[in-house]
């Protein structure tokens, strides 16, 4: 049981403990999108602070809280909170993971924290250089994952082909994709394009053994030219933010401009377009190749992405897709 648990660090995030208490307790519920047993989850944080939130909601439904005296803020330096502040709730959450006492940990907080600690805490799977974080977003009606999204800004060659292989092992696993065709985001679709990382990473994918669909481009990603995207992690998160607001921007102004043309029912009509753009519907983001599942939420997570957050740590464990990915380094080592 212990390997199936999840600790959520309820300190961590803009909405903290407010939004992540009320997003554990979704999680356990009938509504939750991926609903699981309370005994698989673990809160971390103050202990007086969870159990008189708790309290407040109508009671622990059968929560395990282990305690975290501090607490590592949005703003702070990843390195230099880690160090000074051993019994944060991110750092209790990893060791846990560390000690196999849950499986995953769950966190809205600090995203350099949450890289920092996984991979100096838990270390790397056998065979990954880097990890990468992984989003997946259903804006078409068929989820694309993009990777990475923030971890490793500059990245060499051998670390796309990883990603490309671990996204493939994810969408397929989790997403359900069969035969994930992955696609390099570049400025052009020819081979010669792009910086000189591309150039050669392109030769490098085309033996890689994976079903690589060859360079594309940012429109791409709405036209489901591929299900797996790989970029450098400075590419990946501005692109990841600039999907975010400009879907929620152009959401706004139809919205706005319906109404203002007497469209009484607008907002009934584009909720299902609003649920497809809104980041709290993919939860979290999957730092991949770290041993034990991390998932890192937004900071202004709510209630719902939180529980999706949950959720989606649950799923990556219940499919094993840390065992999958090294098996599939192994491979294709072999193959090397």
């Excluded at 591929?226 to 400009?246: P, Q, R, S, W, Y």
Aim: glycine share 14%; aromatic share 4%.
């Amino acid at each position: 049981m212990a390997a199936s648990r999840i600790a959520l660090d309820v300190m961590g995030g803009d909405r903290a403990p407010e939004a992540t208490l009320d997003g554990a307790l979704l999680s356990v519920s009938p509504q939750a999108k991926h609903r699981i047993e309370p005994a698989r989850l673990v809160l971390v944080g103050d202990k007086p602070t969870i159990e008189a939130g708790l309290a407040a909601r109508g009671g622990n439904p059968g929560f395990e809280i282990v305690h975290a005296s501090q607490v590592i803020g949005m703003a702070e330096s990843p390195a230099t909170a880690l160090r000074a502040k051993p019994d944060s709730s991110i750092s209790v959450s990893m060791a846990l993971v560390k000690k196999g006492l849950v499986g995953a940990a769950v966190s809205m907080g600090n995203t350099g924290a949450m890289v920092g600690g996984a991979t100096l805490l838990l270390g790397t799977l056998e065979g990954v250089k880097r990890p990468g974080i992984a989003v997946a977003v259903n804006l078409t009606g068929k989820p694309v994952t993009l990777l990475d999204m923030g971890a490793n800004t500059a990245p060499k060659a051998q670390h796309l082909i990883q990603y490309g292989l671990m996204g493939s092992v994810y969408a397929k696993d989790c997403l359900g994709v069969g035969e994930p065709r992955v696609g390099l985001l570049n400025i052009g679709e020819e081979e010669g394009k792009g910086t000189d990382l591309l150039k050669e990473a392109y030769p490098l994918f085309k033996t890689s053994g994976l079903n690589f669909v060859g360079n594309i481009e940012g429109h791409d990603i709405f036209r489901q030219s591929a299900d797996v995207v790989v970029t450098d992690g400075f590419t990946g998160n501005v692109v990841l933010k600039l999907l975010e607001g400009f879907s929620q921007f152009m959401l706004q102004l139809v919205l706005g401009e319906l109404k203002a043309h007497g469209a009484e029912w607008a907002g009934e009509a584009l909720a299902h377009v609003k649920k497809r753009v809104d980041y709290a519907e993919y939860g979290g983001a999957l730092l991949l190749g770290v041993q034990g599942t991390v998932v890192i939420g937004h900071g202004r997570s709510d209630a719902t992405a939180v529980s999706n957050a949950i959720g989606q740590g649950a799923r990556a464990m219940d499919a094993h897709v840390n065992e999958h990915i090294v098996a599939g380094l192994a491979n294709a080592g072999a193959q090397a």
